[in-house]
């Protein structure tokens, strides 16, 4: 099967469009600008290259052995290009068809854990024969009835027949079904797919309106945050609980009242203390300073403070003590037209992005959509300012060697 230099590139680019994400398409090679790649073709194979680093690129066979890759978001894309590419050729393929809407339905950020090559798809009666095949291992026919966007991490799972604690979970909350969800290893980079997985075969997903196919999702941070601040108040018959849920609000209602037990549990062992918190969020807070909209957010930096906003607030944001102190994100607070607003600024690799922008008692009003889209330009800006700077560092450097880097520190104090 011999595939067009054209096409890929062109299917790359709607690839590139369906994401939203901003490209340069040239003669010979597509630069994905939103994670600073380079991918082209050359002496018949797929090349992939960071912009700002220097070691060779990442190669792969431009034909049916290519092999699928979980080297991140730019190598998902290229995926996603090669099935669109091979099931034009075969538009007969079932599997083909099948593999081309899991790669669809899975986020960019998704680590498959399962190593296939296209010709591997070809040869195959369905995507789950596929991935059996490839896994080593049988799926449970209890599991089969999961999305197809599931099968792969439950292959990778591996459980056992007696540890099949999701069936258990339909009938009692024992202590084996905890002990077994904390033994339990994704193989994902990000760990709210674990619970999108859960609520998908327990059927609560529909109800709550989750979308595993998205890497952020207002239902699905509730959820998280529920089953956070459960294990550590230590509250029984958690799932149980969100078994009942019929909706939407039935959640937030739960979170609400798991959130006051923690609160008060946490209430005495709280003192002053300075947070950890990674310098880059320092950076981002000088940022938003020095802008004229948003000058009144203030990054929280101390423990009690961090406290004392979800006491006022009505929220969790202390539960999330952890995932500040691990860089993951920094919490600032504000008063916007009138109304405090909690603002949760999340770390994606090299960029930053708006989590969550909420008031009191996680309301989410106008307002707070509207400062939320005020934030999201300002990091938007910053983002586009940090590439611009890096651009000069290599083109100085490209210029005048190692002299170039003094060549900038001088420029930036002139400036």
Same mark, same amino acid.
């Given at each position: 099967?011999?595939?067009?230099?054209?096409?890929?590139?062109?299917?790359?680019?709607?690839?590139?469009?369906?994401?939203?994400?901003?490209?340069?398409?040239?003669?010979?090679? &597509?630069?994905?600008?939103?994670?600073?790649?380079?991918?082209?073709?050359?002496?018949?194979?797929?090349?992939?290259?960071?912009?700002?680093?220097?070691?060779?690129?990442?190669?792969?066979?431009?034909?049916?052995?290519?092999?699928?890759?979980?080297?991140?978001?730019?190598?998902?894309?290229?995926?996603?290009?090669?099935?669109?590419?091979?099931?034009?050729?075969?538009?007969?393929?079932?599997?083909?068809?099948?593999?081309?809407?899991?790669?669809?339905?899975?986020?960019?950020?998704?680590?498959?854990?399962?190593?296939?090559?296209?010709?591997?798809?070809?040869?195959?009666?369905?995507?789950?024969?596929?991935?059996?095949?490839?896994?080593?291992? =049988?799926?449970?026919?209890?599991?089969?009835?999961?999305?197809?966007?599931?099968?792969?991490?439950? &292959?990778?799972?591996?459980?056992?027949?007696?540890?099949?604690?999701?069936?258990?979970?339909?009938?009692?909350?024992?202590?084996?079904?905890?002990?077994?969800?904390?033994?339990?290893?994704?193989?994902?980079?990000?760990?709210?797919?674990?619970?999108?997985?859960?609520?998908?075969?327990?059927?609560?997903?529909?109800?709550?309106?989750?979308?595993?196919?998205?890497?952020?999702?207002?239902?699905?941070?509730?959820?998280?945050?529920?089953?956070?601040?459960?294990?550590?108040?230590?509250?029984?018959?958690?799932?149980?609980?969100?078994?009942?849920?019929?909706?939407?609000?039935?959640?937030?209602?739960?979170?609400?009242?798991?959130?006051?037990?923690?609160?008060?549990?946490?209430?005495?062992?709280?003192?002053?203390?300075?947070?950890?918190?990674?310098?880059?969020?320092?950076?981002?807070?000088?940022?938003?300073?020095?802008?004229?909209?948003?000058?009144?957010?203030?990054?929280?930096?101390?423990?009690?403070?961090?406290?004392?906003?979800?006491?006022?607030?009505?929220?969790?944001?202390?539960?999330? &003590?952890?995932?500040?102190?691990?860089?993951?994100?920094?919490?600032?607070?504000?008063?916007?037209?009138?109304?405090?607003?909690?603002?949760?600024?999340?770390?994606?690799?090299?960029?930053?992005?708006?989590?969550?922008?909420?008031?009191?008692?996680?309301?989410?009003?106008?307002?707070?959509?509207?400062?939320?889209?005020?934030?999201?330009?300002?990091?938007?800006?910053?983002?586009?300012?940090?590439?611009?700077?890096? =651009? &000069?560092?290599?083109?100085?450097?490209?210029?005048?060697?190692?002299?170039?880097?003094?060549?900038?520190?001088?420029?930036?104090?002139?400036?």
């Amino acid at each position: 099967m011999d595939f067009c230099i054209e096409e890929f590139y062109e299917a790359l680019c709607t690839e590139c469009e369906r994401e939203g994400l901003a490209y340069r398409r040239d003669p010979e090679r &597509v630069y994905i600008e939103n994670f600073a790649h380079f991918v082209y073709i050359s002496e018949k194979k797929i090349k992939a290259r960071n912009y700002y680093q220097y070691s060779p690129p990442d190669t792969m066979e431009f034909n049916e052995k290519f092999v699928f890759s979980d080297m991140g978001y730019a190598f998902n894309l290229i995926n996603r290009a090669m099935l669109k590419l091979a099931l034009e050729k075969r538009p007969g393929s079932y599997a083909l068809r099948e593999c081309c809407e899991v790669f669809e339905k899975l986020p960019l950020n998704y680590e498959y854990g399962i190593s296939y090559k296209i010709e591997d798809v070809i040869g195959s009666v369905s995507y789950q024969k596929l991935i059996e095949s490839r896994g080593g291992r =049988k799926l449970n026919v209890k599991y089969r009835r999961l999305p197809l966007w599931f099968l792969e991490t439950a &292959v990778s799972l591996n459980l056992q027949k007696d540890e099949e604690f999701i069936l258990d979970l339909m009938e009692k909350d024992s202590a084996k079904v905890t002990e077994t969800l904390k033994k339990v290893k994704f193989p994902l980079c990000f760990p709210d797919f674990k619970f999108s997985f859960l609520m998908e075969f327990l059927g609560i997903g529909k109800k709550i309106g989750l979308e595993p196919s998205r890497s952020i999702w207002r239902n699905k941070i509730i959820l998280s945050d529920i089953l956070k601040m459960a294990e550590k108040t230590e509250t029984n018959g958690i799932w149980q609980k969100l078994l009942k849920v019929e909706d939407v609000a039935g959640l937030e209602r739960l979170h609400d009242r798991i959130s006051k037990k923690y609160r008060k549990k946490i209430a005495q062992e709280i003192v002053p203390r300075e947070l950890d918190i990674n310098e880059r969020f320092y950076k981002i807070s000088e940022v938003f300073s020095k802008d004229r909209e948003l000058s009144f957010l203030k990054l929280i930096t101390d423990e009690k403070e961090l406290y004392d906003e979800g006491v006022i607030q009505e929220n969790c944001v202390h539960s999330y &003590v952890e995932e500040i102190e691990s860089g993951i994100c920094g919490i600032f607070s504000g008063i916007y037209k009138g109304r405090r607003y909690t603002v949760e600024i999340v770390r994606k690799g090299k960029f930053f992005e708006c989590g969550q922008c909420l008031g009191r008692k996680n309301e989410n009003d106008f307002f707070a959509s509207e400062l939320k889209r005020k934030i999201e330009r300002c990091l938007e800006r910053y983002r586009k300012h940090e590439e611009n700077k890096k =651009k &000069v560092e290599r083109i100085l450097y490209l210029l005048f060697g190692p002299k170039g880097e003094k060549i900038f520190d001088e420029r930036r104090v002139k400036g």
